[in-house]
Each structure stands twice: as C-alpha cells, then as structure tokens.
C-alpha cells in the first residue's frame, strides 16, 4: 500500500508503539494517536491490555478500517512484514502473523547476502530502459539479455557488491558474452525437486534443450517458457547461440 502522505492511526505506548510508528513514517505515512481522525487510512493497535486492545479493534473496525492489532495476529485485518530496504528494492519477509520473531531473524540473515547498492542496480536498470530497448528491440531477446547479465556470476549479478557499477560496461558491450555454450546435465532422480541449484537455473537460463526420452515432462517444465525443445537423437554438434543443454537420466 501507497502511504505517502497518508494518515495510520496509532495506538499505544512504549517499544512496540514506537517500533510501529518507526516502521509506518519511514513508509511516507502521517503517524496520528488520535483515533477520531476521519481521514485515515488504516489503524494500529498496540496496547498491552487484551480487554482494551480488543474494545479498540471493535471501534476502529466498526468505522470501516483496517486494523493492525500487535501480536495479535487473531485480531488482525493486515500484518506488517519484516523489511530489507534497498530503495527501490523493497523486500519483505511475512509469517501470516505466525511469528514476528521468525520473520525478524530470517530479515536480519538476508540482510547479510543483499548487497547495499542493489537499490543503484535497479536505478540504474530503470533510467537506461530505453537504450536497453534499442539494444534489443525484440521482447524475448531482451528478457533472455537481461536474465544471462543478473543470473549468478552474470555481469550483473544480483548479489555482487558491484554489480552497479558494471551497467555501463555491459551495455557499451551488450553482445560480449553472447555466445554458444552447452551444458551436459545428468538427472539422478525424475522428481523436478530434487534438481541441484545449479541444474534450476541453468533451465531457467537455456535457450534450446535436448533431452533423451526418458526425462521426465516435470522436469523440462523447469525449463524457461520459450526455450526450444529436441529430442537429444536430434543433437548434431552444430554451435547453437545462447546456452544448450543436454539432459540425460542417470542409470
């Protein structure tokens, strides 16, 4: 939700209050403790006293707005995830109001893997998306461009420190990397999850796929949407642009 300039009713006193009101006003929202306000968006109650969180839910419900009551996940229209900020990345971890303090704990171990300039990247990302549009005129070869620069150890990679600082370099020079490549996978189970990370994305990332006849439809599904599909009997050697793969089952 868009609370930029928009009025959230708050509640109570105390650490789980100010904790609210911080997380509220650094969303744009004008934090007010009045709750007669007629203008508000949404309402949060954090009170310590069941008997009165309860009564203020009922009020606040009854003048048609969406309450938050906290830790009360019982009494709740809407909860409130845990969030990483990499403005404008935004991610959020949610529990359904199951456990705030699991999704704290997952927050604060994805803190440590998303690099601070994520933000820049996706900046960066937004200002040249016309230019990116001229490099690659046709939709699918763009997403295949876009997908090959931020997949790991792609030019972009989503989880380097600076990968920012790579955009400029990567659009002078869209093509450098465009080049054949084949990978041999060796499926140890027909079960799609039990595929390896590296076997996930390497399908999400090809562009043709050959497989014998024994690889199960549920695994090549993992493969991406428009990536062209050959029987491996097909397979000739001949160089094919982008990533190929080669499935077989394991004996």
Not at 29 to 46: I, K, M, P, Q, Y
Not at 47 to 76: H, I, Y
Not at 104 to 119: A, D, F, I
Not at 210 to 223: I, K, M, N, Q
Request: glycine fraction near 6%; aromatic fraction near 4%.
């Amino acid at each position: 939700m868009n609370l930029h300039e928009r009025k959230v009713i708050l509640l109570g006193t105390g650490e789980m209050a100010d904790a609210k009101r911080r997380l509220y006003e650094r969303a744009g929202a004008v934090v007010v403790d009045d709750e007669t306000t007629l203008d508000a968006t949404l309402a949060v109650v954090a009170l310590e006293n069941d008997d009165e969180a309860l009564a203020a839910v009922k009020r606040l419900r009854a003048r048609g707005l969406l309450v938050n009551a906290v830790d009360r996940s019982a009494l709740c229209d809407y909860t409130t995830p845990a969030i990483i900020d990499r403005d404008p990345v935004l991610i959020a971890v949610g529990t359904g109001g199951a456990s705030a303090g699991l999704a704290k704990s997952l927050r604060q171990r994805l803190e440590q893997l998303v690099p601070g300039n994520l933000g820049r990247l996706a900046s960066g990302l937004f200002a040249a998306r016309e230019r990116i549009k001229q490099i690659w005129p046709d939709g699918a070869q763009r997403r295949k461009a876009i997908d090959a620069a931020l997949d790991p150890g792609g030019v972009l990679d989503v989880l380097s420190e600076h990968s920012e600082a790579k955009l400029e370099t990567w659009l002078s020079m869209p093509f450098a990397d465009d080049l054949s490549e084949v990978e041999d996978l060796l499926l140890a189970s027909a079960d799609p999850d039990d595929l390896t990370i590296r076997q996930a994305r390497l399908l999400g990332r090809a562009d043709q796929v050959f497989a014998s006849d024994d690889v199960p439809e549920a695994v090549l599904d993992r493969a991406r949407a428009d990536a062209e599909r050959f029987s491996l009997a097909l397979w000739d050697e001949k160089p094919a642009k982008g990533l190929t793969l080669r499935i077989r089952m394991k004996i």
